[in-house]
């Protein structure tokens, strides 16, 4: 009997114990922590702030790939210069591909037939909200109040203040790819109500002209003077580069021009101490961190500690093939993927650069036509060096696999063909002289000498976007240029296989924006799908 | 009226009487129960007196003696495997049997969740298969000894390869993005289905030849006892247990040689070498080499296996045990790749206080060893131009030939995008594990002193194993040649890398059951309560990636991972039997999974079923044809939350990696990311219809069953697209959606002849599964198209399936091929199927799926005097294939590749496709139909009897697997679970002997 009631006992203890257990169900990751956490200190401020940059050259939280920030996408194609470049140069003159790649997506650009469902757009569109609510999630953790009940005071509270304003330049640096790209996408900020409890508004093209603009002036008195912040961090003069940008483009994104503002905005970059790099061709080398005269802001890629298959890994070893040697790339072996159209080769005196070195071309077996639709072998269509993955000196990176390039998202280059662009269209506030001396700064770097300057009355707009070809091939410029010039979708302005044609053609004139993803625009009830689409 | 009543007190006159007859004395009865296919005594039978309680059961010979009451008439011979049977001994003293090898017999019982039953009680969807219709040969994994057997189970192996797990679908899974793979208990043990690092398959570390029957529970109502795991069905296994008597052994002994049944059919080398030198350039012919090298035949080999298992049982003291020992040695076909396991298994049931307390123990545990064969060698055997030889005459890369760069500053050599040398990737690299794996309960089962009705079960169990491994490959192999360049610039190559994982789940069960006859109203009534806790903790070791000479390429941020998830149940079930023709089953099941927030933690899963045994009512109690009838009806709603993250109801934030950091001024940064997370997510929940008839005609000589059900998943873990700008993941499984299984079920069996000496037994059993998705968003949306998933070789990023609503789950979504007049695809040519002048991704189309619309298993088994066999075939109908050889290397860009030429599918010479159109890769022209007919075994077995001067019997088998494939499909094989016909380790055709020795 004795027994029995042990037993009883024993059963009535086992119950009881698992009806306890209920609170074994609350379960938590062996490394991953909270926000809580993260934001307990500065060194986690700093972390999560440095992600708000990283997700612009890196594509998840393993390098080179396994834990992808951007879902519905091959990891290597989600970063965001890969995704970016590809919209905005293979979709023109600049750029084609070889048709072996059968990547999806990637044939629908020199043809200009993309759909709502494209890959690459999709991954840029989430690439770029991506980074805004990373920003969003981080300006709000950043919050003055926030920030004192964490109890971090002093200069690391001051150092979080200027965090959060770079991460308000970084949102509204993708708003402007957003507006430019898609035009009227969905619009989120730190105001919104916390993620996962609303819906986003459709945001018009102009409204988002607007808000990138009153944003870029709000935080302009406190970001960093000009070339007084770190490697990599953003400055006055990149919120001035940006909005000159825009203002370049303002009548293509509002309708009205403003000129004069391209030019304001530009004069304060170009008089804050910036100059050209000597030698044009050190400009996308492995050690191009040491640009810093000419470079505003830059993506940062590292061969061992910033890995991933975009970005300047992508540029080097997309760009290599044929019978380029990868060395020449400081590369262990290219991908056989990108190249140019006869348009390109033909902006310059000579494809050697043997005049005008901006000429990096690589024409050994490769030809200059474009015999097969859509997307011939890749010996066809001359290869550009212009990205390498190796030092001033020709030592290759640190990796043979993962490039060192950094990228230049602003340098002053574009600020000199912002100004003269801006003069030529009539925005007052300059003059012709000026800007002619800024072009042919370029010339004489672009020539070793000034055999190649031009006088006041070769600089016409036609010869600005010729020049522009010319000094930031391949950089991410030439949709968005060609837009301005009225050369994209118009039949006036021809290459290879435009619309589909092996002559070229015109075509709709609603192609100048990308249409909002297809998968967008289920999730958000708000949003209409741009027209023609 | 009046009849009945007079029948009644006739029986009750007639009984009475006996009684007082035989009160007086008792009698020993005595006799010989006999296999009917060989004559051979049956050892083990239990005999009981019908309505008494003490039997007994025969010895190893078959033979038994019972004392009985001589008032007793009848007694009952059952035994697993055989027919139960009731024989007549009224006025006898001895009764010699012959029991009928069951064919799926009614009288069976069979296990179910928490309990068993009988097979004529049951009420839902379950279907019992015992280890003498296991599935024969040399079968290394569990699940391969159903295959085909059962109605609604879809068994699909994952290829060839040594312990090469399966996919399991039982009513064609009820998930999208969660699992769709079944629970799997064994001894009561609810395993976790995740694999374990240097394991082919979890179940692989179960030796087959423990195992004596399998359940598996089909519908809602049976399964919704297991609740929270039990959406795709649950399958139950029990392994062999020891019997009363002298000790036995058996001894068995298999030797089996395995070779390859078909090769990818790729141009010969003189085939290539001429269509290069009619439409090759200069440069291109100038690439050819001198050789004629079939790659295939290179990698593969004949493979040798032996499977040797012994086992002993017996009873120390009225203590049932069995011990069982096996080793199995198994070469892959694929050159290099072996398993070894040993394995064993102890259990033990002593029982205690006059049977009051029932201890189960069951231990089993298994060591194995692999060498894994690099299989990127299957897909580098069908690209690598046999032109070329396999060994170079440098001794560079190890001596294999390799393609070479002519670039002399590149330090490895080797030219770019090149596949490697298949015997390269074979004997170069090392990939060596070593597996333990225990798994282990002990039950205790109480029936109570004060209310012997009321059973009280405490079951603790555990399931630990360990994995660990290393890759080795040299530095002079090509695969790993120079691969990193340290920081001095010195280039290192090879690998060097360890892995380790453990993981340990832990069990612990308890309930209370109370099962009573009220005779005074006819009832029956078993009630079952209980509660059960599930650990599962997982070890990740993360350890660095090193280089052939210990170079650190990359060291992990964190060593150890530790993933942790519980969960916790509460369930209860009612059986009631009114006059054991009316069965009423009640189940509910409340579960807790760690994986869900507070708010939505908990699930409720209710069942129930009705039973109608009507071959027992009146009109039928006479009839000559029909000896079983019984009409189920089920419904039931049964959870899920496998197959999810463990923790992203919240965003945590995650800490790259040593190669993610961003450099900001002059220092890298690791980063902070927030992870996506869907705050509400919650069980996703199946709800099943099930109407069932079980029927036996001719004294159950032909016997089955018809079942139909009707399958909605409601709040299905979906992988939705997220609005930007609202999470940190722009896509995240949340709880949208629904989808529908509906489908129709036969099993057959039939013994055809039942004769002394010859018996003849057919079994068949068809399943028709559809499915559709008919909710996928929040919001409907005609412009979107579905969810897109699944990767292909030959496009980096292309997705092949997609999930849209009003069509089958996983739809392949591709383009539609236009045809020339000859029926030739036109390369490069579409359809515009939107009809807006443009083909792009728009045009792409659901056309067909994996998943066959029918599949059928048919067995057949024959005993003659000492001679038995049987085969085992099956079908698969209307399941297609996406041919991804055919798409990659079926193009003349792939021969003609870059700067080497590689091998083309012999189609191309049909279909001169160019690959370089856009899309070329996702024509339907690719989605084939794979319908297939595959006898899985035939097997022929002789019964020597006695040897050793009758010390042991002996019986002797042989047996071919994966005998013949009867198809349409011109790929390599038309049978696999994802639909996509790549890089696949070929199933063998195994040729078996055995031998097994009874002792």
């Not at chain 2, 109203?521 to 599930?534: K, L, N, P, Q, W």
């Not at chain 2, 799926?849 to 005097?865: E, H, I, M, W």
Request: charged share 20%; net charge neutral.
């Amino acid at each position: 009997m004795n027994k029995n009631i042990f037993k009883t006992g024993l059963v009535v203890c086992l119950m009881v114990s698992l009806i306890s257990c209920d609170k074994k169900l609350d379960r938590f990751p062996t490394n991953d922590i909270t926000a809580d956490k993260v934001y307990a200190d500065f060194n986690g401020y700093r972390q999560a702030f440095a992600k708000v940059y990283a997700s612009f050259s890196l594509t998840g939280n393993n390098g080179p790939a396994g834990n992808g920030d951007v879902q519905g996408i091959d990891e290597g194609t989600s970063d965001f210069l890969r995704m970016f470049w590809w919209a905005q140069e293979m979709s023109t003159d600049e750029a084609v591909v070889q048709a072996g790649w059968n990547d999806p997506g990637i044939h629908n650009f020199h043809p200009m037939n993309w759909s709502s469902d494209n890959v690459i757009l999709k991954g840029l569109y989430y690439r770029s909200f991506y980074q805004i609510t990373l920003a969003n999630d981080f300006i709000r953790q950043a919050a003055d109040d926030k920030v004192s009940q964490r109890g971090i005071t002093g200069t690391n509270a001051d150092a979080i203040k200027a965090y959060k304003t770079e991460a308000r330049f970084l949102r509204a640096l993708q708003y402007w790819v957003l507006m430019d790209m898609f035009g009227s996408p969905a619009f989120v900020t730190e105001d919104d109500a916390p993620l996962g409890t609303f819906i986003p508004e459709q945001t018009s093209r102009t409204e988002l002209f607007t808000y990138i603009e009153s944003e870029l002036k709000d935080i302009e008195a406190t970001l960093a003077a000009p070339r007084a912040n770190e490697y990599g961090r953003a400055d006055k003069a990149a919120a001035w580069s940006l909005l000159a940008r825009m203002y370049l483009n303002a009548e293509v994104y509002t309708g009205t021009a403003k000129n004069a503002e391209a030019i304001t905005y530009a004069k304060k970059v170009i008089d804050a101490g910036y100059s050209l790099e000597p030698d044009y061709r050190h400009l996308m080398l492995a050690d191009n961190h040491t640009n810093k005269n000419e470079f505003i802001l830059t993506i940062n890629y590292d061969g061992l500690k910033t890995q991933g298959y975009g970005g300047t890994t992508f540029l080097t070893h997309a760009s290599s093939g044929g019978s380029m040697p990868a060395s020449l790339s400081g590369i262990g072996g290219g991908w056989g993927g990108i190249r140019t159209t006869k348009n390109i080769p033909a902006l310059f005196p000579d494809v050697n650069g043997t005049a005008d070195k901006r000429a990096q071309f690589y024409t050994n077996g490769q030809g200059l036509e474009l015999t097969a639709d859509p997307a011939p072998a890749f010996t066809e269509g001359y290869a550009i060096t212009k990205y390498r993955n190796v030092t001033k000196t020709g030592v290759q990176g640190s990796s043979p696999d993962f490039a060192d390039v950094d990228f230049p998202l602003f340098r002053l280059a574009e600020m000199y063909l912002v100004y003269a662009e801006a003069v030529l269209r009539g925005g007052t506030g300059g003059d012709k002289p000026t800007a002619l001396g800024y072009i042919n700064a370029l010339r004489t770097r672009a020539y070793g000498n000034t055999s190649g300057n031009i006088s006041l009355s070769d600089l016409t707009l036609d010869f600005i976007i010729d020049e522009r070809g010319r000094e930031l091939y391949w950089e991410g410029f030439r949709r968005t240029d060609l837009i301005r010039f009225n050369r994209f979708t118009e039949g006036t302005y021809l290459w290879p296989w435009k619309g589909g044609v092996s002559s070229g053609t015109g075509v709709s004139a609603n192609l100048k924006v990308f249409p909002i993803p297809s998968a967008e625009v289920n999730a958000n009830t708000n949003l209409t799908q741009n027209t023609g689409y | 009226m009046s009849r009945k009543t007079m029948l009644k007190a006739v029986v009750l006159c007639t009984m009475l009487f006996l009684s007082h007859v035989s009160y007086s004395q008792n009698k020993v009865v005595s006799g010989k129960v006999t296999d009917p296919r060989d004559g051979s005594g049956i050892p083990g039978v239990n005999v009981a007196p019908k309505g008494g309680t003490t039997g007994t059961q025969t010895g190893p010979d078959g033979s038994y003696q019972l004392s009985v009451d001589g008032s007793v008439t009848t007694l009952i011979f059952s035994s697993v495997g055989f027919t139960t049977q009731e024989v007549n001994i009224a006025g006898k003293t001895s009764a010699d049997v012959s029991l009928a090898v069951s064919t799926a017999s009614l009288g069976e019982v069979v296990v179910i969740g928490y309990g068993t039953a009988k097979k004529k009680d049951l009420t839902g969807a379950i279907t019992s298969i015992s280890s003498k219709d296991f599935v024969k040969g040399a079968i290394t994994t569990p699940e391969q000894l159903i295959i085909g057997k059962v109605a609604g189970v879809q068994i699909t192996s994952n290829g060839g390869a040594p312990g090469a797990g399966s996919t399991i679908r039982i009513r064609g899974g009820a998930s999208l993005n969660a699992s769709n793979d079944p629970l799997i208990v064994i001894d009561g043990i609810p395993l976790d289905n995740g694999g374990i690092s240097g394991s082919p398959n979890a179940l692989s570390l179960i030796n087959p030849n423990d195992i004596e029957t399998f359940s598996i529970l089909k519908d809602a109502s049976a399964s919704a006892i297991y609740g929270s795991r039990a959406s795709n069905g649950v399958i139950i296994i029990t392994t062999k247990k020891g019997s009363r008597g002298k000790p036995k052994f058996n001894f068995n002994t298999q030797v089996s040689v395995a070779d390859k049944t078909k090769t990818v059919d790729v141009l010969t080398a003189n085939e290539l070498r001429d269509y290069v030198n009619q439409n090759g350039t200069d440069g291109q012919k100038a690439f050819l080499g001198g050789a004629n090298t079939n790659w295939q035949d290179e990698i593969y080999q004949t493979a040798v296996s032996v499977d040797n298992n012994l086992s002993m049982s017996g009873a120390i003291n009225s203590m049932p045990y069995r011990l069982s020992v096996g080793y199995l040695n198994q070469e892959g076909i694929l050159r290099t790749g072996k398993l070894q396991r040993t394995s064993v298994g102890i259990n033990l049931s002593p029982k205690f206080f006059n049977d009051h307390l029932r201890i189960d123990l069951n231990l089993k545990g298994s060591a194995s060893s692999s060498r894994f064969a690099n299989e990127g060698a299957i897909g580098a055997a069908v690209f690598f131009d046999p032109t070329q030889s396999v060994y170079s005459k440098s001794p560079r890369y190890g001596g294999y030939f390799e393609f070479l760069d002519p670039d002399p500053t590149n330090v490895k050599g080797l030219r770019a995008l090149a596949p490697l040398n298949p015997v390269g990737l074979l004997e170069q690299q090392h990939n060596n594990s070593d597996v333990l794996r225990s798994i282990g309960n002990i039950v205790f089962d109480y029936k109570f002193h004060f209310l012997p009705d009321l059973r009280a079960n405490l079951n603790l169990g555990y399931d630990i194993s360990q994995g660990e491994g290393t890759t080795r490959i040299n530095d002079s192999a090509a695969m790993g040649y120079k691969r990193f360049k340290d920081g001095a610039g010195v280039y290192h190559g090879g690998t060097n890398n360890h892995y380790s994982q453990h993981r340990s789940n832990a069990t612990a069960e308890f309930y209370l059951n109370y099962l009573k006859d009220i005779k005074s109203i006819d009832s029956r009534v078993d009630i079952t309560a209980g509660t059960g806790y599930y650990d599962f903790i997982t070890t990740v070791v993360n350890s660095p990636d090193y280089t052939k000479d210990g170079t650190v390429v990359s060291s992990p941020k964190f060593i150890i991972d530790k993933p942790q998830y519980t969960l916790l149940s509460y369930y209860g079930r009612l059986n009631y039997t009114f006059k054991d023709k009316y069965l009423l089953t009640a189940a509910v099941r409340t579960d807790g999974s760690s994986r869900f927030n507070k708010v939505n933690r908990w699930g409720v899963f209710p069942s129930v079923a009705l039973a109608w045994k009507i071959n027992e009512e009146g009109f039928l109690n006479n009839s000559q044809i029909i000896s079983d009838l019984k009409l189920r009806l089920g419904y039931g709603v049964t959870g899920q939350q496998d197959g999810i993250g463990y923790f992203d109801y919240i965003s945590y934030y995650n800490l790259s990696s040593n190669t993610a950091q961003y450099q900001l001024g002059d220092n890298f940064y690791n980063l902070y990311r927030p992870g996506g997370y869907y705050e509400s997510r919650k069980w996703e929940q199946t709800a099943t219809y099930n109407i069932g008839l079980d029927f036996g005609l001719f004294n159950n000589r032909i016997n089955g069953s018809v079942e139909y059900y009707f399958k909605e998943t409601t709040d299905l873990l979906n992988e939705i697209n997220q609005s930007a700008g609202t999470n940190f993941s722009n896509k995240v499984v949340a709880n949208v959606g629904s989808m529908e299984n509906r489908g129709v079920e036969l099993n057959l069996n039939s013994d055809i002849v039942r004769t002394k000496d010859l018996t003849w037994n057919v079994g068949f059993n068809a399943t028709y599964n559809k499915n559709e998705i008919t909710k996928l968003t929040i919001s409907t949306d005609p412009n979107f198209r579905g969810n897109q998933y699944g990767g292909i070789s030959g496009g980096t990023g292309t997705t092949l399936f997609i999930h849209s609503v009003g069509y089958k789950r996983g739809s392949f979504f591709v383009y539609q091929q236009v045809y020339d007049k000859n029926n030739k695809p036109i390369d490069g040519l579409f359809e515009d199927r939107n009809r807006d002048g443009i083909v792009n991704d728009k045009d792409q189309y659901q056309y067909k799926n994996a998943d066959p619309d029918v599949f059928l298993g048919f067995s057949s088994s024959v005993n003659y005097k000492k001679w038995n066999g049987g085969f085992v075939m099956r079908a698969n109908l209307g399941n297609y294939i996406y041919n991804n050889i055919n798409a990659t290397a079926g193009t003349r860009n792939n021969i003609f590749g870059v700067a080497f030429l590689a091998n083309a599918y012999r189609d191309f010479l049909n279909t001169g496709i160019s690959g370089t159109k856009t899309g070329w890769g996702l024509s339907d022209y690719y989605i084939q139909n794979a319908s297939f007919l595959r006898m899985d075994n035939i097997n022929i077995g002789y019964n020597v009897g006695n040897v050793f001067g009758n010390r042991a019997s002996l019986r002797i088998n042989a047996n071919v697997q994966n005998v013949f494939v009867v198809t349409k499909y011109k790929g390599l094989d038309p049978e696999m679970a994802s639909g996509v016909d790549n890089n696949f380790y070929p199933r063998p055709r195994t040729f078996v002997l055995g031998a097994n020795l009874d002792f």
